[in-house]
């Protein structure tokens, strides 16, 4: 019989985790049950995964997680605790929720194998959140709307009931399979040497600077916004600028903000 390597002395913790998933960050929003905490843990330790944050948790620290973890308590015990998602994803350069209901605005949901595959090329430029909400209602309107897309598991359709933690061994399972897989490379964006993906809090500013010009414009009515902003985002958010184009897109903004007066030279161009 093996032996348990979390048991085993001659196993050195670091050991255990996969470099390939290290840019890989699950994130637990507003988790009810402790034990839920505890088995998600586990479920990452098992493939490879130790990187877990822990949004506004009901009642964490808990021995009940403790217990559910059932080894992974190196993986707790780093796991930070913060107050918000912004807080938890605002390095993170591709941030994507998970979801059961379906939604009347934005794309299709990724399949986990193609957010797997998307999320093992990504990070190899910039870490990849993969955010999981509450336990009875998952992810608000406003938390979806800080994910750049969203992945749902095909569950049965006449009984879809998925304990969180099942949930997430799912979805690191999909992590892993990719990661250990090689695929044919084929040229892409990120191929760039120059290539640099905006992290969730710069990609924020940036909405937040868009959303502040359409008000100045009038574009966007205070008193009637409708989904204006939501419909936007789900565009970028399909479009992946990258850093420099996204600063692009900002310089736009601010020229709208303050128009630059240029000087016509007697030729006809502009100076």
């Known amino acids: 019989m093996s032996r348990n390597p979390v048991t085993n002395p001659s196993v050195r913790f670091d050991e255990l985790f996969d470099p390939r998933l290290s840019n890989i960050r699950i994130v637990l929003s507003r988790t009810q ?67 059961a209901r379906a939604r009347h605005l934005g794309d299709e949901p990724l399949t986990p194998e193609a957010f797997a595959e998307k999320a093992k090329e990504i990070s190899q430029h910039g870490r990849v959140a993969l955010v999981f909400g509450y336990e009875q209602s998952g992810l608000t309107n406003e938390e979806l709307d800080r994910c750049n897309a969203v992945v749902a598991i095909p569950t049965n359709p006449g009984y879809s009931s998925l304990n969180l933690a099942q949930a997430v061994q799912v979805m690191c399972y999909a992590l892993r399979r990719a990661a250990i897989t090689e695929q044919p490379r084929v040229s892409i964006k990120s191929d760039n040497p120059l290539y640099q993906p905006p992290t969730a809090e710069q990609t924020e500013q940036f909405y937040e600077h868009l959303e502040r010009v359409l008000l100045m414009t009038g574009f966007l009515d205070p008193n009637n916004p409708r989904l204006l902003m939501r419909r936007l985002r789900t565009l970028f958010n399909r479009a992946q600028p990258d850093l420099n184009e996204l600063n692009l897109l900002r310089g736009v903004l601010t020229t709208v903000e303050k128009p630059k007066r240029r000087r016509v030279l007697p030729t006809g161009s502009e100076e």
């Open 33 to 99: 049950n402790p034990g839920n905490i505890g088995a998600a843990a586990r479920a990452m330790m098992t493939m490879g995964l130790r990187d877990l944050a822990l949004v506004n948790p009901e009642r964490f620290p808990h021995p009940q997680a403790r217990a559910q973890a059932s080894g992974a308590l190196n993986v707790l015990d780093e796991a930070p605790v913060v107050a918000t998602l912004e807080e938890a994803v605002s390095d993170c350069a591709w941030v994507v929720g998970t979801s």
